[in-house]
């Protein structure tokens, strides 16, 4: 059993920065890659990106990358997602989730593809 915690988020005015931490217990987080994905009201929960078990690889979706960026401390059980030059269109609640795969393999941009959710971080971005 893996629980997951999303921290870091809060009000920002556009253009401001904000870091997100996700904290893992149990032994899976090293093992797979993992996810941010973020629902805005009335909408899907949409892929932001995501990381595979080493850090080596990343990918994010269009709307964020260049201002996004995923990192991971295995050694911390600890999943990040630095957020720059952020907009009202980044408001959302982001969750971070589990992989059942080592790599950025398969549908990963899909929240189909995860097994274990946080509860999710509020993130409001003001014009």
């Known amino acids: 059993q893996v629980q997951l915690v999303e921290s870091g988020g809060g009000l920002v005015q556009a253009g401001g920065s904000l870091r997100l931490s996700c904290a893992a217990s149990?032994?899976?987080?090293?093992?797979?890659?993992m996810g941010w994905f973020r629902q805005a009201p009335g909408k899907e929960r949409d892929f932001v990106g995501a990381?595979?078990?080493?850090?080596?690889?990343?990918d994010y979706a269009d709307s964020v990358k260049g201002r996004f960026a995923i990192s991971r401390d295995n050694a911390k059980n600890t999943l990040y997602l630095q957020m720059n030059s952020l907009k009202p269109e980044d408001t959302a609640v982001y969750y971070c989730?589990?992989?059942?795969?080592?790599?950025?393999?398969?549908?990963?941009?899909?929240?189909?593809?995860?097994?274990?959710w946080g509860q999710g971080t509020q993130v409001t971005v003001s014009s």
């Open positions: 149990g032994r899976l987080f090293s093992r797979y890659a």
């Open positions: 989730a589990i992989d059942r795969k080592p790599n950025l393999t398969g549908r990963y941009y899909q929240a189909f593809e995860y097994d274990y």
């Open positions: 990381i595979d078990w080493s850090g080596d690889s990343t």
